[in-house]
């Protein structure tokens, strides 16, 4: 998803993807730079309660933000009272273009996917067809995880609240050859990290599984069934679940990169079969209905498609959230932080505020309700690697609220750098533990060869020329420079994945027996370790009782 919230953490390390930012805020001429800085102080201004219009000044505002924080384009929509009273696109679908974002333009929407999938689950409590406590394994008898109590206990809610005490495990996913039967059928060796239900803990393969419930249940995919119960009625005619629609259409947002102070185009990614937990592509235009529906308590037009039991359970709080230093400093009024049923909740200005993040390679999402000011916003930018939704959807609640004692875009700049400032710590100290004038303490053609993971699948290590190349699934692919010893760092030929350290494991007979690569864990090079499918692996994994 991305920190990739909602959808996977933060997969570029280090300084590279918030240099491009700070290097463009720099770069503004300083007449441009100073004129924008005005803007941003005057925004939402101290006159805010006087103003009849709390959007006055947002274009400016929202343009001015696009361009500090070099954000090719941005989209934002507004629903006030059930009425959509901002649409808009701002910047650029891609750039080096001229073809501008609008309220129509499509990106992808991330772990914003998730609160429909809670509510595709709740239409299904409401036809009787499912409860919200019943357990997972009778409605997908194969779904299993690594420990039978959890297999036996998890529910309906536990998949849609993240406290099923996993790890988040997004590798299995993430630019991975496996569709959605396989990354459920591989979870089962995925271990816990903590106790079930003991704490929260993000998790968007269980969002995976209740999109697969949806389709147990209901006879239909997942898909289809938001296609037919959900964006059909809201008149959601562009929103999809898949890439392949994505290339169909003209008016869609090219996903980008921060990287060498430049943003630069990227393809985008296939993520169909993460499914559940974040597959959605839409528009803020159509995003806004999806906001009317749940303003208005389940009713869109006078149609009802959802109940005041099912958005009652979505809305109330299932998980107890711990925040960030970063959200503790700037929401110092808040005191409710918790996770319901595809939303995270908290409490703001004395409101209940829902709302969820959203990202992957090149885009990201804020989506943020205000229920009891009848208020909704959406913002969505095509390049992931800042915290520019957050800052939009905030100020514009701010407005509203008759608010003017933050600055969402400083306050969310300080914390991204921040962020870099951690990342660069963690630089250095790694640098600085590197032991120099070490070797391989084996020829390079020793370390050759394949090596199995229960998860991940296999990876494949190659000499080439006198250097080794590693290769995890059809993506990961990278040149391995010599660290010290016997680690080596993966230099990712897709240059939005970074670098990552391949660490060679040698047995007590001297031969190499394993790897760890980082992100992914350890591969063993002997194949008779635990089987992928059908083979040992299972015995680990006794069916639980019925």
Do not use: C
């Amino acid at each position: 998803m991305p920190a990739f919230h909602g959808l996977g953490s933060r997969w570029t390390r280090g300084k590279r993807s918030r240099m491009a930012q700070r290097s463009g805020r720099v770069a503004a001429p300083l007449t441009l730079f100073v004129l924008l800085a005005s803007i941003l102080e005057a925004s939402p201004g101290k006159e805010l309660q006087a103003q009849q219009d709390p959007l006055a000044g947002l274009d400016e505002y929202v343009e001015s933000v696009r361009l500090l924080w070099n954000v090719p384009g941005i989209a934002v929509a507004v629903v006030k009272d059930d009425r959509v009273v901002l649409a808009r696109g701002y910047g650029v679908k891609k750039v080096g273009s001229d073809d501008p974002a609008d309220s129509g333009t499509l990106f992808a929407i991330a772990s914003t996917s998730k609160a429909f999938t809670a509510a595709a689950l709740g239409m299904l409590v409401d036809e009787g067809k499912l409860g919200w406590d019943d357990r997972v394994i009778d409605v997908l008898p194969d779904f299993w995880l690594y420990d039978p109590y959890v297999t036996r206990e998890l529910t309906i809610r536990d998949l849609l609240s993240h406290r099923s005490g996993l790890p988040r495990g997004d590798r299995l996913w993430y630019l991975s050859p496996f569709d959605r039967e396989e990354v459920l059928h591989r979870v089962r060796d995925l271990e816990p990290a903590w106790s079930f239900r003991s704490r929260y803990g993000y998790q968007n393969i269980m969002f995976l599984a209740a999109g697969e419930v949806v389709e147990a249940v209901s006879g239909i995919s997942w898909d289809d069934f938001l296609d037919q119960r959900i964006f059909e009625p809201l008149g959601m005619t562009a929103t999809n679940t898949s890439v392949r629609d994505i290339h169909a259409t003209s008016n869609a947002a090219t996903p980008h990169m921060a990287r060498d102070e430049q943003v630069t185009p990227i393809n985008w990614r296939n993520f169909d079969n993460v499914g559940g937990a974040g597959a959605i592509n839409s528009s803020v235009e159509e995003m806004a209905q999806w906001i009317r529906l749940q303003l208005g308590e389940g009713v869109y037009e006078g149609h009802r498609l959802l109940s005041d039991s099912v958005i009652k359970e979505t809305r109330t709080p299932h998980t107890v959230i711990r925040p960030s230093e970063d959200e503790e400093g700037m929401f110092a009024e808040s005191h409710l932080w918790a996770y319901g049923l595809g939303w995270r909740l908290q409490d703001y200005r004395g409101r209940l505020v829902m709302r969820h993040g959203g990202a992957l390679d090149g885009m990201r999402t804020h989506v943020l309700l205000v229920p009891e000011e009848e208020l909704g916003v959406v913002a969505i930018t095509n390049v992931n690697e800042s915290s520019v939704p957050q800052a939009i959807v905030w100020d514009v609640v701010d407005r509203y609220l008759g608010q003017a004692d933050k600055s969402w875009h400083e306050l969310y700049r300080a914390a991204d750098d921040r962020a870099e400032e951690r990342a660069e710590e963690e630089r250095r100290k790694t640098e600085s533990e590197r032991l120099e004038g070490t070797r391989p303490s084996h020829p390079l053609t020793a370390y050759a060869g394949t090596y199995e993971h229960p998860l991940y699948g296999t990876a494949v290590v190659e000499e080439v020329e006198g250097s080794l190349v590693i290769g995890v699934g059809p993506n990961f692919l990278g040149d391995l420079d010599h660290w010290h010893l016997d680690t080596f760092r993966s230099v990712w030929r897709d240059p939005y994945l970074g670098r990552a350290f391949v660490t060679f494991r040698i047995n007590r007979d001297g031969a190499v027996s394993a790897v760890e690569v980082e992100d992914f864990g350890e591969f063993a090079r002997d194949p008779s370790g635990p089987a992928r499918r059908g083979g040992s692996s299972h015995m680990r994994h006794p069916k639980p009782a019925r």
